[in-house]
């Protein structure tokens, strides 16, 4: 079973701050999901990734599949990025379901 | 809106009672996934579909859980004689699946907020 960690759990940080959450997992994978979770519970996909780097926005996922770790930064916070960023990986197995971090709670102060 | 629906958006029952959650998935999504959410963690998966055919269940968390979808298109969750440790959030989930690639982006719904009194 694979073993998601993220770190930090919880991050406040003032507007405009690069922010960087990280996550760590147990198996290889075949692909690792940064997801955004609003309060309500609305859960929204960021970024799907297997090697490699992606950007969108100020938003920026990299991955290391050697190291099984991988970052996600925001450039230029602003208070609407609070939110909990959650990663979460597909190893590809049987069951094919996603295997969930906890979250990072971050919050954004102006 | 074309993205994934679920219904109810929110659930209070008496504990012992039976519930059912509705999802209804992005249109041409033949693939369709269930999970679990307590406060303060992550999503759990709990099942997941390929068109109609239920391709694990193993995950969900009792006999008291399970899940249909009957016509391929959208799924029903149900809980049985429901307890308090199953108030949570109840997310669905579409993808398209296309020629047995893996690493297929999920779209998630809403969700159904349950509290089992």
């Known amino acids: 079973k694979n073993e998601v960690e993220q770190s930090p759990q919880n991050l406040t940080a003032q507007e405009g701050e690069f922010i960087t959450i990280n996550c760590s997992y147990s198996v290889g994978i075949s692909a690792l999901h940064w997801l955004q979770q609003h309060p309500g519970g609305g859960i929204v996909s960021l970024f799907m990734?297997?090697?490699g780097k992606k950007k969108h926005g100020r938003l920026i996922a990299t991955i290391n599949i050697q190291e099984k770790h991988s970052s996600l930064h925001i450039t230029a916070s602003h208070p609407r990025d609070s939110a909990v960023y959650i990663c979460?990986?597909?190893?590809?197995?049987?069951?094919?379901?996603?295997?969930f971090g906890k979250g990072t709670h971050l919050i954004i102060q102006p | 809106d074309t993205g994934v629906s679920q219904d109810p958006r929110h659930k209070i029952t008496k504990r012992g009672q039976n519930v059912t959650f509705r999802c209804d998935p992005i249109s041409e999504h033949n693939r369709l996934y269930w999970y679990r959410q307590t406060l303060g963690q992550g999503p759990e998966f709990l099942t997941y579909?390929?068109?109609?055919?239920?391709?694990?269940k193993s995950r969900l968390l009792s006999d008291r859980f399970s899940a249909e979808r009957p016509k391929g298109s959208f799924s029903t969750l149900e809980i049985q004689r429901t307890e308090q440790g199953d108030s949570a959030m109840y997310l669905c989930a579409s993808s398209l699946l296309r020629d047995g690639r893996r690493g297929k982006t999920q779209y998630f719904g809403p969700g159904t907020r349950l509290l089992v009194l």
């Open positions: 579909f390929q068109n109609e055919a239920q391709l694990e």
């Open positions: 990734l297997s090697s």
């Open positions: 979460a990986v597909d190893s590809g197995g049987g069951a094919d379901g996603l295997t």
